[in-house]
């Protein structure tokens, strides 16, 4: 049985030690690559990327257990960041890193994996020569995946427009939840998930543009399938309804199913969490190119009002459909519905539309 421990933080220096500890990991002597999430130039108030005190206490508490090497390092979304130090400065992660924080994006290396997709994939180096991950993703909601835990943090071993260009390879939420299983058990060492909960992000903007909660908890498990299934309890979810814990759960990396995860701490249901609406959509997928599947599509809406013209939306759409005239335009027949650039708008002038909201996009085309 998979232990999960949940611990509502009353001493944060303590309760990362305890969270350590649950992993029953000896760091000694080991390479330990710290992932964070690491979205973009956030402060941490905005609940979108890892606490850097987490991220401090994690640090230090890989010092005191003997660790070797510690390595605090994420490839943000968007394009490759040349100095992702400044970039990402915002969010107090390289200061908090106490000199363990590095660049990865550059010298990436070509891994194989196994998947209906595609049969390689470009990632950071780390990935082959670290000993050990330390994940760190952040409490949170997303408009493709429900919910953005252990597994979907994992996403961020593949460097720069990668990222984008993946979402290209697949048709649906569902096959994208299974790119990100696949991705996961390519990773040849273990990964070991510390959850930030000190924040969350709930609704249907997640994970960048939802509504921020103070949740002041720490996760930590040995299996992340089980790390994001309680996270799926605490949300108001059923675990199997998360996409990628189903996948995962039926390739027997982990249990979904409540009998067969041992909660230990301070577990609780996070009240009025709001997940996104995504249930109309799925209601369709198994007629994906239908007019009823099209008709249920959201595509991202776009608020002129209060866009800066940054070009983040343009510049990281896989399939370059936006152009900028000098705003963004979205080219409706070549948006695949992949998010990214509701992901990255910094100003969140690009949202994604509940149900209602995008059948009447559809039906109006406005």
Known sequence: MERVLVRKVTDLSADAAEALDSLEYDFAGKRVWVKPNLLGPHPPEHGVTTDPELIRHAVRGLKARGAREICVADNPGGGLQRNVSTYIAPTGAVEASEGCFRGIAERPVSISIKSRFISEITVSRIVT????????????????????????????????????????????PYEFAELLVDIYQAIPVPVLTVMDALRGMDGQNGPS???????GTLLSARNPVALDSVMAMMAGAKPAAIPTNRIASERGLGPTAPDDIEVAGDFAAVPGFKLPSTRVAEMASG????????????R????????????????????????????????????????????????KAMTVPGPLRGLIQNITGR
């Open 129 to 172: 020569e670290a000993d050990v991950v330390l994940n760190l993703p952040v409490f949170k909601t997303h408009a493709l995946t429900l919910l953005t835990g252990s597994i979907k943090n994992l996403f961020g071993i593949i460097p720069g427009a990668q990222k984008s260009y993946l979402h290209t390879v697949v048709k649906s």
């Open 300 to 347: 991202p809406l776009f608020d002129k009002r209060i866009c800066t013209r940054c070009r983040r939306c343009a510049d990281n759409c896989p399939v370059n459909a936006i152009a900028m005239s000098p705003y963004p335009a979205i080219d409706r027949k070549k948006c695949i519905m992949c998010y990214c650039c509701a992901e990255l708008c910094p100003e």
């Open 287 to 298: 007629v994906a190119g239908s007019a009823v599947y099209r008709l249920l599509q959201r």
């Open 209 to 215: 543009g939802g509504r921020v909660l103070k949740l």
